[in-house]
């Protein structure tokens, strides 16, 4: 990876930088680590990095992880802000790590990073996401039809494509889950994520499955649990207007009713 | 990550469910008693506006204003059905609906069922005495009470 190689020219010539070369700058680090073999609660542990303008936190995290402290665990996949897996709670607020320019979360103070909220810590910044997952299967997130199936595809209009578009962009990061205060109380609520998935299908024209999702979000802890705080549409990184998409299914949910 | 023995990282589903029970989702049925307080609070929003707006203005500008409200006053209101009506449609509609909001309040921040279950019985105790001694109060009123009540109406 490129970046690897600009980390090592980067401590051999950070002292006399050369022309064009990108500044670099030491920024500190406050981590919330948490070890199930020996601890007993989360503490915070700093870290000092030297880091280029164009770093994000997870490369700060990466150089912690392969150069200072090997212990330190997180998830990250394809590093790139398409998988979904390196969500944290950045300076208190839920990022992808990956995403996020440190240049951008003020490093002249600690950067804090935690893991999201609202569910079972396993280790340093990894969460047990199965809580999040159940809530997702749930609501069914799966092309549900009645009747013959076509001999070919099933045809869309681009207009009906549309109306779901904004949700299909979700890659399931829990971002907005565990940004959202009524989740992090009992963590009974569906959250954000799976009306946002549910959405997809209720108003994809090709699915027959809406009523069933409709009901399934109609519960105690469904959609009327959302109180509008707009935390989860600050929080995702593919900026789906997700308080919108829940008020679209209590809306879908009240017509279906008057 | 190396498995360990103690933590099971491929067990599925159950595996939190088992542990950890703070996090485990359980269904607390269905049915559309949410769907319902969810158009109650703005139905009643609504309605109170009229009904408190109202209140204020007939009290307060109306006649002499703020200056004519006594005892009197209010015996003179209470006499008539309408006002009888409009006063108990607010005090019904002013309780539930703050009952309704601090019940979800309680239901956004308990979280232990005890706790949970505690505060909704002084929260359902609290409404039910307001509202059947307030309404109480609306259709037995009498002006007269005081025997030695010097108004109009209690001239026999």
């Not at chain 2, 067990?11 to 359980?26: E, F, L, N, T």
């Not at chain 2, 005892?71 to 309780?95: C, H, I, N, R, Y």
Request: charge should be neutral; charged fraction near 25%.
């Amino acid at each position: 990876m490129t970046a690897t190689a600009e980390k090592t020219d980067q401590t051999g010539g950070q002292d006399s930088p050369k022309a064009g070369v990108v500044p670099s700058f030491t920024v500190t680090l406050k981590i919330s680590r948490f070890d199930p073999e020996t601890d007993s609660e989360q503490h915070w542990e700093t870290y000092e990095v030297t880091a280029h303008a164009t770093d994000r936190v997870l490369d700060a995290l990466h150089q912690i992880k392969w150069d200072q402290d090997g212990s330190l665990s997180f998830r990250r996949s394809c590093a790139h802000g398409v998988c979904g897996s390196d969500a944290m709670r950045i300076n208190g607020k839920n990022r992808l790590a990956c995403k996020t320019l440190i240049k951008d979360v003020n490093p002249d103070k600690p950067i804090t990073v935690e893991p999201i909220k609202g569910l079972p810590v396993e280790k340093d910044l990894i969460v047990d996401m199965e809580p999040f997952f159940d809530a997702y299967r749930e609501v069914m997130p799966f092309l549900i039809t009645e009747g013959n199936e076509p001999t070919r595809e099933r045809i869309q209009s681009q207009a009906d494509r549309d109306r779901f578009d904004d949700t299909t962009k979700c890659i399931l990061c829990a971002a907005c889950t565990t940004s959202c205060p009524v989740f992090w109380n009992d963590g009974q609520y569906f959250g954000p994520a799976a009306i946002v998935n549910a959405h997809r299908f209720i108003f994809d024209s090709r699915d027959d499955g809406g009523t069933q999702r409709l009901e399934i979000l109609n519960d105690k802890e469904g959609v009327w649990r959302c109180r509008t705080t707009f935390n989860c549409t600050d929080a995702c990184p593919r900026g789906i207007e997700v308080t919108k998409a829940i008020q679209e299914v209590k809306r879908a949910l009240l017509t279906s009713r008057f | 990550m190396s498995a360990t023995t103690e933590t099971n990282y491929h067990a599925g589903p159950d595996a939190v469910s088992k542990k950890k029970s703070r996090y485990r989702r359980v269904s607390k049925g269905r049915g559309n008693f949410e769907l319902w307080s969810w158009v109650f609070m703005r139905a009643s929003g609504v309605l109170l506006l009229v009904l408190v707006f109202g209140h204020l203005f007939v009290n307060l500008m109306l006649g002499e204003g703020i200056h004519g409200i006594d005892f009197a006053f209010v015996a003179g209101k209470w006499s008539s059905p309408f006002w009888q009506t409009w006063d108990m449609l607010m005090l019904w509609l002013a309780e539930l609906h703050g009952f309704n909001g601090v019940r979800t309040i309680i239901n956004d921040y308990t979280e232990k069922d005890r706790t949970r279950w505690i505060l909704k019985g002084l929260l359902v105790a609290s409404a039910l005495l307001v509202m059947v001694l307030g309404t109480l109060v609306i259709f037995t009123f009498d002006p007269c009470l005081d025997p030695s009540s010097t108004l109009s109406v209690c001239a026999r």
